[in-house]
């Protein structure tokens, strides 16, 4: 049953921008209308009776948790799934979309996350590849031409024969949504388009999408940052246990009212960090010097130092020696020169279980290579660090009563999803392998956190629970280096925050200097300072 939402407790009107005021009569036809979805998989009802609407001209957010049935829904709308119920009209017509490439001739396109380009083509090659009527990639001049076309249409400019290796976070997408404009969609899917972009870099994208729907284009938006929500939307729709729970626009809501229909509770969006005393210094990374995975400079003399009680924000953009940092500190990467300082003592080498011997807990940046094993139980990757430990284990035995209590404690701290702890971590979502790994490396017994992307992926309510417990921990005196591209979760909770660009460190500033527009600028590589590139 859809709940109505309800804009008197969300608050009193919020400002937002101009172009989310309506644009013009309705058509008489929706541009999508899908009706009466409902999808189900064994034990999970993933989209229950869900009803969305875009217009067009319209940029439509959905919002909701981790397993609220958002990637479910345009999965289906994408031809990924089938819908067991439902039905889907495109321009008022009832329409079937068995396949992606069904989705595509009915104009839709879908812009992923995870970019979907090949990086050893070109721009134009990755445009071309799946086109109908092709012969290979022989002849692609045409394609180019066209292409270029489109870019300067939509003001997305791009080299056509650059290979995607060499192109910025923020170029890649731009060849994303080409490659759906060259395919004359239009409506197009946005799945967290600014997960990896610079504030700059959104202020772009966010023009180029209102370029597209003044053309009558409509935009289905997923993303988990409210304030960008509140900015760029036109109607958003909250889905949380696979059901619709809320409709309503920027003008009738608040960013803590949206919080509040995703969870189903009150959810505290903005924080105090109260100064504390910090003692002495536990990390100390020194003039370090690492090679990426094709031999290059990833660390370039880099040094950062975190001291008891005290969070060490790393800010930057993907790419620029965050998870070679995280990963030489924790015996991951060989380090070339320089040297890594925990409480006082150099380790020359560091190896993993050197590492966390010395007390230093880690939350890698993947996942799913160096923080889970996903053939192995829930269970057992929750006690992987502490099994051998009293009183998980007593005269080289495990005590799996002791094991189980403990697993269903974090499991119901940190609100995993999962049907039983024996069930294999890769049948988790994402979000919930996250929140898996992050359960047993906060409850280790640790002085020192690097925590890499803690909340990459998470949904808001435990991204506000691993927040109190970052900030539990700062003031039971731990050092923690957080490294996070998300820059208002970095100037949120960091004591000072050091901003990395291509391997070397931008700036070291305490949060009272740590603006939002000085850290976006050095994220960019603008030195303090300098002129800002036109």
Not at 332 to 351: D, F, H, K, N, Y
Not at 355 to 364: D, K, L, T
Not at 460 to 474: D, F, N, S
Request: aromatic share 4%; proline share 6%.
């Amino acid at each position: 049953m859809v709940e109505p939402t309800d804009n008197t407790a969300a608050g009193a009107a919020a400002p937002h921008s101009a172009a989310s005021e309506p644009r013009g009569q309705a058509p008489a036809s929706p541009m999508l209308e899908m009706t009466g979805i409902t999808k189900r998989f064994p034990g999970v009802v993933a989209n229950e009776n869900v009803d969305l609407v875009v217009q067009p001209g319209e940029v439509h957010t959905l919002l909701g948790e981790n397993g609220a049935g958002k990637s479910t829904l345009v999965k289906i709308l994408y031809g990924l799934y089938r819908p067991d119920e439902g039905e889907i009209k495109i321009q008022g017509e009832p329409v079937e979309i068995p396949s992606p490439a069904a989705a595509i001739d009915h104009g839709i396109g879908m812009i992923h996350q995870h970019f979907m380009l090949v990086p050893t083509l070109t721009v134009a090659e990755n445009v071309a590849l799946g086109l109908h009527g092709r012969r290979g990639l022989a002849d692609m001049g045409p394609v180019r031409e066209r292409l270029m076309e489109v870019s300067e249409r939509h003001g997305l400019a791009i080299d056509p024969d650059a290979y995607i290796w060499q192109l910025a976070v923020g170029e890649r997408q731009r060849a994303e949504i080409l490659k759906a404009l060259y395919r004359e969609a239009q409506l197009l899917v946005l799945d967290e388009p600014t997960a990896v972009l610079t504030p700059p870099e959104v202020d772009d994208l966010f023009a180029t999408l209102r370029s597209l729907t003044d053309e009558g284009r409509g935009l289905i938006f997923i993303s988990h940052k409210l304030a960008e929500v509140m900015v760029i939307s036109d109607q958003i729709t909250v889905l949380r246990d696979g059901l619709v729970v809320g409709r309503t626009t920027p003008a009738e809501t608040t960013r803590e009212g949206l919080a509040s229909m995703m969870v189903g509770r009150e959810v505290k969006l903005g924080r105090e960090v109260p100064d504390q005393d910090t003692g002495d210094r536990r990390l100390v990374v020194d003039r370090l010097h690492v090679r990426g995975d094709r031999g290059n400079i990833s660390l370039d003399d880099f040094s950062v130092h975190v001291a008891s009680g005290e969070i060490v924000g790393i800010a930057g953009v993907s790419g620029n020696g965050q998870r070679e940092l995280a990963e030489a500190i924790f015996g991951l990467r060989p380090i070339e020169s320089g040297s890594v300082q925990v409480s006082g003592e150099t380790i020359a080498a560091p190896s993993p279980k050197q590492v966390r011997r010395r007390g230093v807990a880690f939350v890698p940046e993947e996942r799913m290579r160096h923080g889970a094993v996903g053939e192995m139980s829930v269970s057992e990757n929750l006690m992987l660090v502490d099994y051998h430990k009293p009183p998980f284990a007593r005269a080289g035995l495990l005590q799996f009563g002791t094991i189980a209590e403990r697993c269903w404690e974090l499991v119901r701290r940190f609100t995993v999803k999962t049907p039983a702890l024996s069930t294999e971590t890769s049948h988790l979502s994402g979000g919930n392998i996250q929140k898996v790994v992050i359960a047993r490396e906060f409850s280790a017994d640790a002085d020192v956190l690097v925590v890499a992307q803690p909340t990459r992926g998470i949904d808001i309510g435990a991204a506000e629970y691993v927040h109190e417990r970052l900030l539990e921990k700062r003031a039971a005196g731990a050092a923690i280096l957080l490294i996070t591209e998300d820059l208002d979760e970095a100037l949120q909770l960091s004591d000072r925050v050091v901003v990395l660009f291509e391997g070397r460190a931008m700036c070291d500033l305490p949060r009272s200097e740590a603006t939002t527009d000085r850290i976006g600028l050095l994220m960019t590589g603008v030195s303090e300072g300098a002129p800002a590139p036109a």
